[in-house]
């Protein structure tokens, strides 16, 4: 069975009202290599809202990553084989292109800041690898697990960028095996729908409700499913509920 | 897939598909001077000033779910109001009686905020940083010098933000070495614009986001509220 995919953003009502671009940035793919015949390949960026030029960062931050894993993949990597220093080399691929273009254009490469999220998967394996904030959650062997859990400060209002040194200490990665059922990556605005923080846990429910839609669609990715997907994120369900950009992004084999 | 189809729409009866999370919440003391210099006038627009803040908070939806707003009075040092937010606030009537027991009540009021972020951790709220406000008119009348480096390492640490606020007659010398911020001194006995911008900041912290830069009005701007000290 192959994968089934969907994506969208949508701005949050605080940037539309503010006169901000959407910030975010979701993309999936499937990947071929040499050693690894088809891996789903998925990258998210939420770009700092204090950054000018924060929805460029967020598309810098997404188009690198993608690079970086079809390289690897073409190299012969294997997914289940992925080592944190790969993972910590393709941050550090992200940090410089960030500080490259922000450079060319003549500005500090905060102004670029954005979070990284990326997964790449097979039907028996996941690498999560993340800086900043937004949540991947796995279904494996019929249950939830959070990959990892965002990135704070001590504060609310603070996090991890991909823009600096200290993204490359900053970067996590977790490898999950099993049977790999769906994969959810988002951004914040849309993780304190889909996380209970006091138990740190995958809120079951919001999962339940969405994957039978992307579990029932054809195989690869379809744009009315994009477009529903995208009226749900700028629902007034969701906007009463959170004010910033929004980025989910699913796939499913089940 | 068909074009009427809407299949991640959920009607609002089924609206439990999302998480409940509390608010994230940004604490703001108020350390209130309450020695009996303050009787008459001063105290009774300072009760006002206070009313009028929970007031204004409770009129914005998130503010009033998200400031969780604590009272500490000196002269004795007794906390008037744990920390709450607006909808489970009620303003406590400040008295005016006694001396000015500032640096210990600066002290009560830093511990009283690292308490509330313990709790704030063990329920996975997310919160701010917390905001101290000391009001007086006067000095200290007792030692002070601990607390003056107990506020300079909260501020370093970034652990809490600390603002004085001077009445006419406060010793603003002494404020200025309790503060890192430079003390402000209230136009007359203006508390309610006073309050007006603070809950005016309140709602602008509670309301930012990742990254995102606060900038303040500034209390001593032509229209402000206050002068510098």
Known sequence: MSWRYVWASAIGTAHRDLGLPCQDRGVVQIQHGSSEPEALVIAVADGAGSASAADRGAYLVTETLLTCVQQALNSGLRVADITSEDARAWIAEVVSCVQMQANAV??????????????????????????????????????????????????????????????????????ITGVIQDIAVMTDGVQALALHYASHTAHAPFFDALLPAVRNAPPGEDDSLNRALADFLDSVMVNDRTTDDKTLVMASRS | MEQDQKP?????????????????????????????????????????????????????????????????????????????????????????DGDTPMGGAVLRGLDMIEQRKNAYKASGIHYHRPWVFLITDGGPTDAWQAAAIAVRQAEEQKRATFFAIGVEGANFDILRQIAVREPVQLKGLNFRSLFLWLSASMKKVSQSQVGTELKLENPTGPTGWATTG
């Not at chain 1, 993340?130 to 062997?141: F, H, P, W």
């Not at chain 2, 009272?71 to 400040?94: C, H, K, M, R």
């Open chain 2, 8 to 96: 991640f729409i959920i009607s609002a009866d089924v609206a439990s598909i999302f998480a409940e999370n509390p608010s994230d919440r940004v604490a703001c003391l108020l350390l209130v001077d309450t020695s009996s210099s303050m009787r008459g006038e001063p105290i009774r627009q300072l009760n006002e000033g206070v009313r009028f803040f929970r007031e204004d908070l409770m009129a914005d939806s998130k503010a009033r779910i998200s400031v969780d707003v604590g009272v500490i009075g000196f002269g004795p040092i007794q906390i008037l109001q744990d920390f709450a937010t607006a909808d489970q606030f009620t303003p406590p009537l400040l008295p005016a």
């Open chain 1, 106 to 175: 003549g500005l500090p490469a905060r102004e670029m800041a954005a979070t990284a999220l990326l997964a790449i998967a097979t039907p028996q394996v996941v690498a999560c690898i993340q800086v900043g904030d937004g949540v991947q959650v796995v279904r494996v062997d019929d249950r939830y697990e959070i990959a990892l859990w965002p990135q704070n400060g001590e504060y609310a209002s603070s996090t991890n960028f991909a823009c600096d040194a200290d993204a490359i200490t900053a970067t996590e990665v977790r490898i």
